[in-house]
T-cell receptor, first 115, second 115 residues
C-alpha cells in the first residue's frame, strides 16, 4: 500500500503567479485533507473532502485558494495571485474508517516559496 | 484559547533513555481523539499513536505509549529506549467530537537525541 504522494515537492514562484499542487491519497481512502504549515508552527487545517464533495473550508482559505477532488481520487490545490505570505509547507492527508478513529496519514508536503 | 498546548519547545535526551513529551488539551466534547505525529527534517508527518477519549487503556505502539489522564486533560507521549533516529519535531493533535473534519495541532516539541 503506497502512502500519500504530493507533487511537486518544492515550488518557487514569483509574487502574483498562480501555482497548483497535486495530492494522491492512499488508495480507497475516501477522505482527503489539506493543511498549511508555516515555520515553527503546527499544521493548520485548510479544507477537506469526502469523496468528491468539499465538506469544510477554513477561514484561512481565502478566495485566492481553490481545491478540487474530481472523481474522488486525487486532489489539486490552486493558489492564484500568490503573495509572500503564502510561503509555507502544504500538507495533504487522507483517511478512512479504521480502528484508529479515522487516523489521517500525511504526504511529504509541498514547500512553496513566493519571492 | 489554545486547544493543544505543548509546553516544551525543545528537549535534549541521552540515547537509550526514556523521554516524555508533554501535551495538554482543551475541549468540551465528550468524544474526541488524540494523536501524536513525528516530523523529521524531511517534512513528512508520520503518525505514531492514537488514543480515543473512551479508550480505557493507554495506547501503545512499539516504543511509543500515550499516558492518557482524562481528568487532567493530559496526553503525554512516552518514548522508551530513545534512538538517534527519534530526533525530530513531535506534534500532539486532537480531533474534536464524533465528526472527523480536521485535526488541531499543537506547536510541537523539538526532540534532540544525544549520542
Amino acid at each position: 500500500d503506497t502512502g500519500v504522494s504530493q507533487n511537486p515537492r518544492h515550488k518557487i514562484t514569483k509574487r502574483g503567479q498562480n501555482v497548483t499542487f497535486r495530492c494522491d491519497p492512499i488508495s480507497e481512502h475516501n477522505r482527503l485533507y489539506w493543511y498549511r504549515q508555516t515555520l515553527g508552527q503546527g499544521p493548520e487545517f485548510l479544507t477537506y473532502f469526502q469523496n468528491e464533495a468539499q465538506l469544510e473550508k477554513s477561514r484561512l482559505l481565502s478566495d485566492r485558494f481553490s481545491a478540487e477532488r474530481p472523481k474522488g481520487s486525487f486532489s489539486t490545490l490552486e493558489i492564484q495571485r500568490t503573495e509572500q505570505g503564502d510561503s509555507a509547507m502544504y500538507l495533504c492527508a487522507s483517511s478512512s474508517a479504521d480502528r484508529g478513529g479515522w487516523t489521517q496519514y500525511f504526504g511529504p508536503g509541498t514547500r512553496l516559496l513566493v519571492l | 484559547a489554545q486547544k493543544i498546548t505543548q509546553t516544551q519547545p525543545g528537549m535534549f535526551v541521552q540515547e537509550k533513555e526514556a523521554v516524555t513529551l508533554d501535551c495538554t488539551y482543551d475541549t468540551s466534547d465528550q468524544s474526541y481523539g488524540l494523536f501524536w505525529y513525528k516530523q523529521p527534517s524531511s517534512g513528512e508527518m508520520i503518525f505514531l499513536i492514537y488514543q480515543g477519549s473512551y479508550d480505557e487503556q493507554n495506547a501503545t505502539e512499539g516504543r511509543y505509549s500515550l499516558n492518557f489522564q482524562k481528568a487532567r486533560k493530559s496526553a503525554n507521549l512516552v518514548i522508551s529506549a530513545s534512538q538517534l533516529g527519534d530526533s525530530a519535531m513531535y506534534f500532539c493533535a486532537m480531533r474534536e467530537g464524533i465528526r472527523d473534519d480536521k485535526i488541531i495541532f499543537g506547536k510541537g516539541t523539538r526532540l534532540h537525541i544525544l549520542p
